[in-house]
């Protein structure tokens, strides 16, 4: 929407063949259909095991205790335009 809007243009991509595991495929229908069916796969939920996350990866998002969380109490303020054109 916002590329509409602002008169972007892109070109389309074309693909002359699509190569799998087995063959070549160069029918375009079927390039289409095996396009389609990459993306669908590629973007298809896929569950999370919570325990591998919290073994491996929950350590790295606990807070760090020798930072004074103060300092992150300001963070969510809303920045006023004096303090931009001050900045600037």
């Known amino acids: ?4 809007i602002l ?3 892109t070109d389309h991509v074309l693909f002359q063949n699509f190569k799998t595991d087995t063959n070549l495929i160069t029918d375009p229908d079927l390039i289409k259909e095996q396009v389609k069916n990459h993306f669908d796969q ?3 939920h896929r569950s999370i095991n919570q325990q591998i996350f919290n073994s ?4 790295c998002y606990d807070p760090i205790s020798s930072i004074n969380s103060s300092h992150y109490d300001n963070v969510l303020n809303i920045i006023t335009v004096e303090e931009i ?3 600037l």
């Open 7 to 9: 008169n972007r243009h």
């Open 85 to 87: 054109t001050h900045t």
């Open 1 to 4: 929407m916002i590329n509409s």
């Open 56 to 59: 491996t990866w929950k350590s």
């Open 42 to 44: 590629w973007t298809e």
